[in-house]
């Protein structure tokens, strides 16, 4: 049963009961990335689940979401270990990327959308990043965008902490 649908640019998101379904529009996936996705995210908690996987829809596990992160780096009150543990899960991302090996000289595993729209933070606190279809090979080490992202997190996280 549906319980939601958003709309976005890219793709088209089913909030189900069990489980949630991201149909991708105008792309696709191939099975070499949702291997290397299965590969890069085994037994890290920091990264969504998929259940099922077709070039232009991923089944993803349910998260138990508490909030997302921009909405409660946005709010006037933190917890300072939660503020470390999302800065630390975002440096994590980056550093599995330089980590995953992807036996080729010349080919990268990277995500081109890591912003904190797309963590979120579950009832018991963890942090999720909740957008694996911006993962990609590529040619380049390190994406530009990262620093987009902790430029994110500096101003909200610091504008919070000398506000109070």
Same mark, same amino acid.
């Given at each position: 049963?549906?319980?939601? /649908?958003?709309?976005?640019?890219?793709?088209? /998101?089913?909030?189900?009961?069990?489980?949630?379904?991201?149909?991708?529009?105008?792309?696709?996936?191939?099975?070499?990335?949702?291997?290397?996705?299965?590969? +890069?995210?085994? =037994?890290?908690?920091?990264?969504?689940?998929?259940?099922?996987?077709?070039? &232009?829809?991923?089944?993803?596990?349910?998260?138990?979401?508490?909030?997302?992160?921009?909405?409660?780096?946005?709010?006037?009150?933190?917890?300072?270990? #939660?503020?470390?543990?999302?800065?630390?899960?975002?440096?994590?991302?980056? #550093?599995?990327?330089?980590?995953?090996?992807?036996?080729?000289?010349?080919?990268?595993?990277?995500?081109?959308?890591?912003?904190?729209?797309? +963590?979120?933070?579950?009832?018991?606190?963890?942090?999720?990043?909740?957008?694996?279809?911006?993962?990609? +090979?590529?040619?380049?080490?390190?994406?530009?965008?990262?620093?987009? =992202?902790?430029?994110?997190?500096?101003?909200?996280? &610091?504008?919070?902490?000398?506000?109070?």
């Amino acid at each position: 049963r549906k319980t939601m /649908i958003i709309e976005k640019q890219n793709s088209t /998101i089913e909030l189900l009961d069990d489980c949630v379904v991201k149909t991708l529009k105008n792309r696709k996936k191939s099975y070499e990335w949702y291997e290397a996705y299965k590969k +890069f995210s085994h =037994g890290k908690d920091s990264y969504v689940k998929i259940l099922e996987f077709e070039p &232009t829809r991923l089944v993803m596990e349910k998260i138990k979401i508490w909030q997302p992160v921009n909405y409660y780096l946005k709010k006037l009150t933190h917890d300072r270990q #939660l503020n470390l543990q999302i800065a630390k899960t975002y440096t994590t991302v980056i #550093l599995d990327c330089f980590n995953f090996d992807t036996n080729d000289r010349y080919k990268y595993w990277a995500h081109d959308d890591l912003t904190i729209d797309n +963590f979120v933070i579950t009832k018991d606190k963890n942090i999720i990043l909740m957008d694996p279809d911006s993962f990609h +090979f590529t040619k380049y080490m390190i994406d530009y965008k990262y620093s987009f =992202g902790y430029i994110e997190l500096q101003n909200l996280i &610091t504008r919070n902490e000398y506000e109070k």
